[in-house]
């Protein structure tokens, strides 16, 4: 029986180190794999290079990791609603390198396909393009793009399995999908890990094949980035 069950987030986070390029699921604050950025700013690495499309707020998610200045490079589509993030990009502390949000996208899905690299008119004629191979197709501008090259991709998922089977909530589902075996190794954290055979089929957004570790998340706070009310 296929069991990629670990007890603990901890036991989850084994094999990581300084220096390493991490993905990390995730829009904003919805979907983000909350008890692994946790663990991670507790084991207290850093020199680390982070994909994801932004890093949320300050002081959560990946705004803890950049209040510890454990992230050297982020690579992202967008600054967000990150004040440290706008703050350590604009006086050169952190390295930062904006992707076109669809770019970031197909990045992760050709690493998952083992696709090393594609063709996107995204970007060119811009400072996107620079350094990098241009063609011409059916008379259109492109530019080469290659495939992401991450050791960890952490994952935030509803639903899932011991063999790995993910079911993803609504638009919590945004990037985590596309980042399921984009890395050497995929963590997927869930809210409800269930026995096998206990998700329907027809319902599993990822297979098992693309995760090599599972745990049972706890403590999921779920913020809201922005909040916005009406005034009666």
Known sequence: MINKKVNSVHEALTGISTGMTLMLGGFGLCGIPENAIKELALLGLGEFTCISNNAGIDNFGLGI??????????????????????????????????????????????????????????????EVAEGKESRVFSGKNYIMEEAFKADFSFIK???????????????????????????????????????????????????????????????????IEQLTLKQS
């Not at 502390?93 to 008119?121: D, H």
Request: charged letters at 20%; proline letters at 5%.
């Open 65 to 126: 990791l950049l209040q510890q200045k454990q992230i050297k490079k982020m690579i992202a589509s967008y600054v967000g609603e990150n004040a440290e993030f706008e703050r350590q990009m604009l006086s050169g502390e952190l390295e930062v390198q904006l992707i076109p949000q669809g770019t970031l996208a197909e990045k992760c899905r050709a690493a998952q396909s083992g696709i090393p690299a594609f063709f996107t008119p995204a970007g060119f004629g811009t």
């Open 157 to 223: 998922a509803w639903k899932g399995d011991q063999a790995g089977n993910l079911i993803f909530k609504g638009t919590a589902r945004n990037f985590n999908p596309l980042m399921c075996g984009a890395a050497k190794i995929t963590v997927a954290e869930v809210e409800e890990l269930v026995p096998l055979g206990a998700l329907d089929p027809n319902q599993i957004h990822i297979t098992g094949i693309l995760v090599d570790r599972i745990f049972q998340g706890t403590d999921y706070e779920k913020r």
